[in-house]
C-alpha cells in the first residue's frame, strides 16, 4: 500500500530564513509527487509536483521540491519564507501506474503546520 | 484559471437526515474525487468517479453514501443517514489524468 509521512506536526521559522517541511512516502512503483497547500477555512491549494523528469521542481509562491529517490523524499523548501505562508501543508503521493499494492488515488500525509514568525 | 466549485460552503443537518453535496469540476476534467477531512486530522479519500462509474472507493464509503453525476457537469456527494462522525470538511477534486488534482474550496458539513 502507498503511504505518505509528513514527521513534523509544526514547523517555525522566522520570516526571511529559508524553510523546509519534510516529507517521506512510500509506493510499490514509481511516485507521483504533490504538495498541496491549506489556508484557514479554505480549500486545498495546488503547489508542485513530480511527475518525472528533474528532481528539483519548482512550484506556486516561490516553493521548490526535491525528488529524493534513494531516500524516498520529497521535501517542501523555500529559501525565504514569508509570514504570509503559513499555513497547513499536506503532501501527497500515487502511483504511477497503479499497480499492485499502488493506486492511482493520491494519499495524503497528516499535514504540516508551518508558522512564520514576523 | 479553471475553478472547482463547491456547494453550499457550509451545511448544518441534523442526525439522520440526508444530505447532498454539490460539486462542478472542471469543465475537460474526466476524474473526479470526494475527499474528507476531520477537524485537525490528515485529508482522506473517498471515492473516485471516472466514465460514469466509481472507479475507486475506501472503506469510509460504505452504503450510507453515494456518488453520482447527474448531467454534464455536476458530480454529488450524497450521505443517507448522516451520524454525528460524519461532520468533516468535504472536498471534491477533478483531474485530466496524471496529477494536477483541482480541488474545490470545500463544504463543511456540521452534524448536530
Known amino acids: 500500500a502507498q503511504s505518505v509521512a509528513q514527521p513534523e506536526d509544526q514547523v517555525n521559522v522566522a520570516e526571511g530564513n529559508p524553510l523546509t517541511v519534510k516529507c517521506t512516502y512510500s509506493?510499490?512503483?514509481?511516485?507521483?509527487l504533490f504538495w498541496y497547500v491549506q489556508y484557514p477555512n479554505r480549500g486545498l491549494q495546488f503547489l508542485l509536483k513530480y511527475i518525472t523528469g528533474d528532481n528539483l521542481v519548482k512550484g506556486s509562491y516561490g516553493f521548490e521540491a526535491e525528488f529524493n529517490k534513494s531516500q524516498t523524499s520529497f521535501h517542501l523548501k523555500k529559501p525565504s519564507a514569508l509570514v504570509s505562508d503559513s499555513a497547513l501543508y499536506f503532501c501527497a503521493v500515487r502511483d504511477q501506474y497503479g499497480a499492485p499494492g499502488g493506486s492511482y488515488i493520491p494519499t495524503f500525509g497528516r499535514g504540516t503546520s508551518l508558522i512564520v514568525h514576523p | 484559471e479553471p475553478e472547482v466549485t463547491q456547494t453550499p460552503s457550509h451545511q448544518v443537518t441534523q442526525m439522520g437526515q440526508e444530505v447532498i453535496l454539490r460539486c462542478v469540476p472542471i469543465?475537460?476534467?474526466?476524474?473526479f474525487y470526494w475527499y474528507r477531512q476531520i477537524l485537525g486530522q490528515k485529508v482522506e479519500f473517498l471515492v473516485s468517479?471516472?466514465?460514469?462509474?466509481?472507479?475507486?472507493k475506501s472503506e469510509i464509503f460504505d452504503d450510507q453514501f453515494s456518488v453520482e453525476r447527474p448531467d454534464g457537469s455536476n458530480f454529488t456527494l450524497k450521505i443517507r443517514s448522516t451520524k454525528l462522525e460524519d461532520s468533516a470538511m468535504y472536498f471534491c477534486a477533478s483531474s485530466a489524468g496524471a496529477g494536477g488534482y483541482t480541488f474545490g474550496s470545500g463544504t463543511r458539513l456540521t452534524v448536530v
Open positions: 509506493v510499490s512503483g514509481n511516485p507521483y
Open positions: 469543465s475537460n476534467h474526466l476524474y
Open positions: 468517479f471516472y466514465n460514469n462509474e466509481i472507479s475507486e
